[in-house]
């Protein structure tokens, strides 16, 4: 069965302090590893994903996420954050799409 | 070029109703999976339908049900509802050959009390 971890549900940041996002999965296959999006009042969207090549994705809005084989793991990066990234952020593997619980992120103007 | 589009946005019921949460896909895609999304979690996959079949589940009990159409809408079907069904029902689609990106919906928030 495919789980999916995410730690620190509820962060808190000022603008241009740096994020990061850690997710850690277990799943025995082909990996194809996604980061999506919920701003407030708004659908799900797809941040980036990684299916397979450079293991540094960059996704849209100046995120990124690295992929780590030997760690299982998938954390989400952003340099500086801004106040419109206020958003809920789920990590997701395989096409079944396994979530993770979610981060709640504020950033503080 | 619309996306995934959901119906109805709200939805309440009574225990022991059933209920059918409708969904059309993002033009060209012709796979649509369900979630289920409880306050506070990540989505939970319920299943997947492809050439109006299903063609993967997730654990969730019989009284979950869909349907696919010929022009790849989908309906998600609850049977004998619960309290604990009370969630926003997200729907995704897919292009062929790319089941594994998936573009969701606004989803519908059902109430069961």
């Known amino acids: 069965a495919q789980s999916v971890s995410q730690h620190n549900h509820h962060v808190i940041l000022s603008e241009a302090a740096s994020l990061e996002l850690g997710c850690n999965y277990s799943?025995?296959?082909?990996?194809?590893l996604f980061w999506y999006v919920q701003y407030p009042g708004q659908h799900l969207q797809l941040l980036l994903k990684?299916?397979?090549?450079?293991?540094l994705v960059k996704g849209i809005k100046g995120f990124e996420a690295e992929f780590i084989k030997s760690k299982f793991s998938f954390n989400l990066r952003k340099p500086s954050v801004q106040w419109s990234d206020t958003a809920e952020y789920f990590c997701?593997?395989?096409?079944?799409?396994?979530f993770g619980k979610g981060n709640q992120v504020v950033v503080i103007p | 070029d619309a996306g995934v589009t959901q119906s109805p946005t709200h939805l309440i019921k009574t225990r022991g109703q059933q209920v059918t949460l409708r969904c059309s896909p993002k033009?060209?895609?012709?796979?649509v999976s369900w979630y289920q999304q409880a306050l506070g979690q990540g989505p939970q996959f319920i299943f997947q339908?492809?050439?109006?079949?299903?063609?993967q589940r997730g654990n969730f009990p019989d009284r979950f049900s869909g349907h696919q159409f010929p022009n790849y809408s989908s309906e998600l079907n609850v049977n004998a509802l619960l309290l604990g069904d009370s969630a926003l029902y997200l729907c995704?689609?897919?292009?062929?050959?790319?089941?594994?990106?998936?573009?969701f919906g606004p989803g519908t928030r059902l109430t069961v009390t």
């Open positions: 033009s060209g895609h012709d796979t």
């Open positions: 799943y025995g296959g082909t990996v194809n």
């Open positions: 990684y299916f397979s090549g450079d293991p």
């Open positions: 339908y492809y050439e109006e079949e299903e063609r």
């Open positions: 997701a593997v395989r096409n079944r799409l396994a």
């Open positions: 995704a689609s897919s292009s062929p050959g790319h089941s594994y990106e998936q573009y």
